[in-house]
Nanobody, 119 residues
Framework: QVQLVESGGGLVQAGGSLRLSCAASGGTFSSYAMGWFRQSPGKEREFVAHINRSGSTTTYADSVKGRFTISRDNAKNMVYLQMNSLKPEDTAVYYC????????????WGQGTQVTVSS
């Protein structure tokens, strides 16, 4: 069983930056591909970014490409989401997720961290 805990959310002005962190425990972190998702009120949860087990391959939603960067530190059991040039439409609860089984699903989810971008 893997536990995921997100941190780093908060309130930021449009154009600003935030770095989200996700701490993993309870499993072999380097065995899991990791992803970030987000959900705004009244909307479905949407994919934001994905990183493979080694960190050599990343994938992004078109809406964040060029602004967000996903990374991981397998020695620290951490995954990060650096968010730059934030827009009000980035406001959401952000979740990290771990994938052990075959795509496209994820097996473990964190509780989420709120990101609010003011205009």
């Amino acid at each position: 069983q893997v536990q995921l805990v997100e941190s780093g959310g908060g309130l930021v002005q449009a154009g600003g930056s935030l770095r989200l962190s996700c701490a993993a425990s309870g499993g072999t972190f380097s065995s899991y591909a990791m992803g970030w998702f987000r959900q705004s009120p009244g909307k479905e949860r949407e994919f934001v970014a994905h990183i493979n087990r080694s960190g050599s391959t990343t994938t992004y939603a078109d809406s964040v490409k060029g602004r967000f960067t996903i990374s991981r530190d397998n020695a620290k059991n951490m995954v990060y989401l650096q968010m730059n040039s934030l827009k009000p439409e980035d406001t959401a609860v952000y979740y990290c997720a771990a994938r052990w089984t075959a795509p496209p699903g994820y097996d473990y989810w964190g509780q989420g961290t709120q990101v609010t971008v003011s205009s």
